[in-house]
């Protein structure tokens, strides 16, 4: 469930996030070997081999390596003396679980044939090493016990992970969807607002400035009265292409609303700009949108351009859409920004 709530947060490929999991799982692998339970003589059961196994799936083998050396650490230091032998079936039994998890589990990709297929070889090697160990007659009935119980466990394990894989990516599409133009994709006025102040924080940390293009196109309309709104919407998409194709990819792309765009450009400044929205609109007028009947026709656009630090940050979004109004009543078409 952490792992979900980090993943929302774009946090679950960083290293502390894979040192987290592998701690926070060797201690519930160290907890569950303080809850053993006998079968018979020797044979226990505590299942730390499924702290293993999970903490190879949620955080890759950096994760199941902590947890791994945790357990045996503790078994070695803490539970028993190291002249019994029994520590080392321990330790033996840990090491190996980590190794095939390694090989069959796939990072965060929980496949139900991977996970029976650890199941059943982890089972196959606890049932060799007891029937070397002891007397095979003597054990065959707590190794079927045993089985059954690994077996149930590790069954419910898989349905609880991937009922919470699928929660969380649920999660993910709802909050997508929520922080989205349904149409082009395109980050709403919603989240506009929230990128916004998290590049006023990152130019005041940094001093990188960037810049605000408030992207209009001219005379829309007119698409909508002339061809419907579905050749409208379909212009819409063809454009939103050419926005993706004209800025780079870690600039953040907004739909106001309509026909009216936002690009907040990262280290940019005044003059550059200009550059960017002068290409931006000299690409879309020599761009031929098609229609789904295979009408063709030529649109374009005016923009306005403010910069930060230049411009007050509460003026931002307002000198940009006086540029864009002015460029509007230039003649459309036309690029304004800061001089």
């Known amino acids: 469930m952490i792992w979900g709530k980090l993943e929302l947060r774009n946090l679950t490929h960083k290293l502390r996030f894979l040192l987290l999991i592998g701690f926070l799982l060797g201690f519930l692998g160290i907890l569950l070997m303080y809850y053993t339970f006998p079968l018979k003589e020797a044979i226990l059961v505590?299942?730390?081999?499924?702290?293993?196994?999970?903490?190879?799936?949620?955080?890759?083998?950096?994760?199941?390596?902590?947890?791994?050396?945790?357990?045996?650490?503790?078994?070695?230091?803490?539970?028993?003396?190291?002249?019994?032998?029994?520590?080392?079936?321990?330790?033996?039994?840990?090491?190996?679980?980590?190794?095939?998890?390694?090989?069959?589990?796939?990072?965060?990709?929980?496949?139900?044939?991977?996970?029976?297929l650890t199941l059943s070889i982890m089972l196959l090697m606890s049932d060799l090493i007891y029937n070397i160990v002891y007397d095979c007659q003597k054990v065959t009935a707590s190794l079927g016990l045993f089985t059954v119980c690994y077996s149930i466990v590790g069954l419910f394990l898989y349905i609880m992970l991937k009922y919470l894989s699928h929660s969380a990516?649920?999660?993910?599409?709802?909050?997508?969807?929520?922080?989205?133009?349904?149409?082009?994709?395109f980050y709403n006025s919603r989240t506009f607002e929230v990128i916004l102040d998290q590049q006023f924080a990152t130019t005041d940390r940094c001093g990188i400035p960037f810049s605000l293009l408030v992207i209009d196109i001219d005379f829309f309309k007119?698409?909508?009265?002339?061809?419907?709104?579905?050749?409208?919407?379909?212009?819409?998409?063809?454009?939103?292409?050419?926005?993706?194709?004209?800025?780079?990819?870690?600039?953040?792309?907004?739909?106001l609303g309509g026909e009216e765009f936002v690009v907040l450009v990262e280290d940019c400044d005044a003059e550059q700009a200009r550059m960017v929205a002068e290409r931006m609109r000299s690409t879309v007028e020599s761009t031929i949108f098609t229609l789904k009947d295979g009408s063709e026709l030529s649109i374009t656009v005016s923009i306005g351009c403010s910069t930060y630090p230049d411009t007050n940050k509460e003026l931002l979004l307002e000198v940009a859409d006086g540029k864009l109004y002015l460029a509007k009543k230039s003649g459309r078409n036309q690029v304004g920004g800061d001089e």
């Open 222 to 255: 007119k698409v909508n009265d002339t061809y419907g709104h579905a050749a409208g919407d379909a212009v819409l998409l063809q454009f939103a292409e050419v926005m993706r194709c004209t800025f780079r990819q870690r600039d953040h792309l907004i739909r």
């Open 46 to 116: 505590d299942f730390r081999e499924f702290a293993i196994m999970i903490s190879v799936y949620v955080g890759g083998w950096v994760s199941g390596l902590i947890t791994t050396l945790m357990i045996i650490i503790f078994q070695l230091f803490f539970i028993q003396n190291m002249d019994n032998f029994l520590p080392w079936i321990g330790v033996f039994s840990s090491i190996a679980t980590f190794i095939i998890s390694c090989l069959i589990l796939k990072c965060r990709n929980l496949s139900f044939t991977r996970w029976l």
């Open 169 to 185: 990516e649920s999660l993910r599409v709802m909050r997508e969807a929520a922080s989205r133009d349904f149409l082009t994709g």
